[in-house]
């Protein structure tokens, strides 16, 4: 086939698969998306797919499974957002459907390992690619999922501790136990454990330190097991365990566990500290993300191609050349409040001509961010320990500035963001993201509750509050909140329902704000399907930045910004 005939034919399947979508036939649309990936993994191909996946397309098929680890592995989106559609699949195996159908019935009482996995359950759940792609690289955010991993962490747990002195060896165990540490350690060991399981941890851990003095051995299913519980680099002389974790699957769980943590340590010893921070309120939020970096993500979307910064400016925004901060494309971008570097990594890829600062309060978060950075090699950032409200010192301006998700926890985020704006460039831009009153409210009412209870914000204060939610009579007004990706880790969940402190915003009070700042409110970053209920309701390109609109819009439709509003604005010249 020529190049013009295999480009018409893939064009000729998009558009196909597309008229299908807006004709309500998700299934045929999915079936006309496979085929054109198999013809070629373009960017629109992948988009398509996504898209499918994520409004709930799917199909027991074995090419949508590929896809999902293909999507999951590269990946072709926030890996969250293919979890339901891929712990769906997962479930319709047969084998693996059948234990985790015994865990949801059985759980919270516990099964033993012949009772959880039966028969054939082990080697089904061992040889699932799928499910290894989950867990290796995202929180598995379901509860029925979350109750079958808990069980069977356990039942692992004692097999191993019940035969310490025996050294047998199962691969397929050994395959899914270090897939389930895997995922413990991503989710930060947010999983409840018992009496039970805390005293086989703690043998396991001494029989585990006894080989590693004696400089013996360690079998690599002692070693799974304990990472189920606790990172590897908790046990002293870690290093130690990396001659007996050189194959699959264990040397992956050793660089998880020991490598990377290594690494984030020696990036933080040499990070730069750009402003002192004093504030009082920056100092318990920098804590709060010192203990639990957030997000932590594993891999970054690589699919939003780069553009030039001015090309984004003129399409994306849809501003005027006369308009612009700059007359080329090497943006000066602060990125206020990196976290773990998720954000900054996605700006410097977009604009692979920008220079890029990107600023936190947490060492570890800066350190996380950092190792992602140069594994990934992303060469546009520099780094820098630094609190907001004293940026004024650093003697730098900017033409764009993103600030999202990190205003609100600010004791005075007016103050804060004033500072922002003094540091944009006449015509610059910023995005800033803020929490939501209305769509915040059943969260908000959470943490008075959680606050009122006393938990603490510890790793067991949290895990405490879980199990409650889920068991406790007073919590039952709040059990969607295990809706919510969030729930699933505890950087996470802290995060969502025991911050240090937070701020929710109206749009009126927006409006204030950005009348006050001088800048002019250009649009919001939302997803397609917000966009195209808004235009609809809201037709006309004017609409498209008048916040009284957005205001009545966001009454009719109260979830709209749960995660946040999320906006650009453009700072007057
Ligand atoms: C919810 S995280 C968001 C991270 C990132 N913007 C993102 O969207 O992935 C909030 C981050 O803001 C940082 N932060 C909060 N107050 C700050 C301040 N006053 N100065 C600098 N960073 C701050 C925290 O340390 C934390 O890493």
Redesign the pocket.
């Known amino acids: 086939m020529t190049q013009k005939r295999a480009d018409r034919k893939i064009d000729g399947l998009n558009d196909l698969a597309w008229t299908l979508v807006a004709e309500g036939k998700p299934v045929d649309a999915m079936k006309a998306c496979v085929r054109l990936l198999q013809a070629k993994e373009t960017p629109a191909a992948k988009a398509l797919f996504v898209h499918l996946v994520k409004t709930g397309t799917s199909l027991d098929n074995r090419f949508v499974r590929q896809y999902l680890i293909r999507a999951l592995s590269d990946p072709w989106c926030r890996t969250g957002q293919l979890v339901p559609a891929s712990l769906a699949l997962i479930k319709s195996n047969r084998e693996a459907g059948r234990c985790i159908e015994r865990a949801a019935a059985s759980w919270p009482t516990p099964l033993s390992k012949e009772d959880l996995f039966g028969a054939e359950g082990l080697a089904a759940l061992a040889s699932d690619e799928l499910l290894g792609a989950v867990l290796e690289s995202t929180p598995a955010a379901g509860l029925d999922f979350e109750h079958f991993l808990t069980l069977a962490r356990r039942a692992l747990l004692l097999d191993v501790v019940a035969s310490l002195s025996s050294e047998k060896s199962d691969s397929a165990l050994l395959r899914f136990c270090c897939a389930i540490a895997r995922q413990c350690f991503i989710n930060e060991y947010v999983y409840n454990c018992t009496t039970e399981e805390i005293d086989g941890v703690d043998a396991l851990r001494g029989a585990i330190s006894e080989r590693i003095a004696g400089a013996m051995p360690v079998p690599g299913g002692w070693a799974a097991a304990f990472a189920c519980y606790f990172p590897l680099s908790s046990l002293p002389d870690c290093q130690r365990l990396s001659g007996a974790m050189t194959q699959p699957p264990l040397v992956g769980l050793f660089a998880q566990q020991v490598r990377e943590p290594a690494r984030e340590a020696d990036y933080r010893a040499t990070l730069q500290r750009l402003t002192p921070i004093d504030d009082a309120i920056?100092r318990l939020?920098?804590d709060q993300?010192e203990e639990h970096?957030?997000?932590r993500w594993v891999r970054s979307p690589s699919i939003d191609g780069a553009l030039p910064y001015r090309a984004f400016l003129a399409n994306e925004l849809g501003l005027e050349p006369a308009r612009f901060s700059r007359r080329d494309d090497t943006a000066d971008v602060l990125i206020?409040?990196?976290?773990?570097g998720?954000?900054s990594i996605q700006t410097a890829r977009r604009f692979p001509a920008a220079r890029i600062l990107a600023?936190?309060?947490?060492a570890a978060?800066l350190a996380y961010a950092k190792r992602k950075t140069q594994e990934l090699r992303v060469g546009n950032i520099e780094y820098a320990q630094?609190?907001?409200?004293r940026l004024e010192s650093v003697g730098r301006m900017f033409d764009f500035v993103q600030c999202?998700?990190?205003l609100h926890?600010?004791d005075d985020p007016l103050a804060?963001w004033r500072i922002l704006r003094s540091l944009l460039r006449p015509g610059g831009v910023m995005q800033i993201?803020l929490y939501s009153e209305i769509a915040r409210r059943e969260i908000a009412a959470a943490r008075e509750l959680i606050a009122a209870l006393g938990y603490g914000s510890t790793t067991e204060g949290i895990r405490r509050f879980r199990l409650d939610l889920q068991l406790v009579d007073r919590w039952r007004p709040f059990r969607s909140l295990a809706a919510l990706e969030d729930f699933y880790d505890t950087s996470g969940c802290r995060?969502l329902l025991f911050h240090a402190r937070e701020h929710r915003f109206t749009l009126p009070r927006i409006k204030e704000c950005l009348a006050e700042l001088e800048l002019d409110f250009l649009k919001f970053n939302v997803d397609s399907t917000v966009q195209q209920r808004y235009a609809l309701r809201y037709p006309g390109e004017l609409a498209r930045a008048d916040l009284n609109c957005w205001t009545q819009f966001e009454v009719d439709n109260p979830g709209t910004f749960l995660g946040m509003y999320n906006f650009y604005a453009q700072g007057r010249a």
Do not use: E, K, R
Not at 359 to 362: N, Y
């Open positions: 920056s939020v920098g993300y970096p957030y997000p206020a409040g990196c976290g773990t998720q954000q600023v936190d309060l947490s978060s630094a609190d907001i409200l999202v998700g990190v926890h600010l804060g993201g995060d």
